[in-house]
């Protein structure tokens, strides 16, 4: 599984980016695709998810801002960034999981106060 992710920059605290990723390679329909992000000094961490089916999860400090969506026909997923802060600052990278968990590149996203 191939992941290729575009949309990221930089960005006033208060402003909106979206980010897109295509999956590609051995694809199931059923899967979870979503986003991580890797902050300043910290871990990487799950931002948004959503399945197949369309259930999604969010964390807590995106909750409201963020918005994940996707084409199951385009395995495409999305992730709209809204009200983004400075602490969302991070690279950001496209996951998608079915059995094993794949992560594309990182895309950088920076938010200047």
């Known amino acids: 599984v191939q992941l290729q992710a575009s949309g990221g920059g930089l960005v006033q605290a208060g402003g909106s980016l979206r980010l897109s990723c295509e999956a590609s390679?051995?694809?199931?329909?059923?899967?979870?695709m979503g986003w991580y992000r890797q902050l300043p000094g910290k871990q990487r961490d799950s931002v948004a998810l959503?399945?197949?089916?369309?259930?999604?999860n969010y964390a807590e400090s995106v909750k409201g801002r963020f918005t994940v969506s996707r084409d199951n026909a385009k395995n495409v997923v999305y992730l709209q960034m809204n009200s983004l802060r400075p602490e969302d600052t991070g690279v950001y990278y496209c996951y998608y999981h079915m059995g094993q968990s794949y992560w594309g590149k990182g895309t950088q996203v920076t938010v200047s106060s």
């Open positions: 959503i399945t197949s089916g369309g259930s999604t």
């Open positions: 390679g051995s694809i199931f329909s059923t899967n979870v």
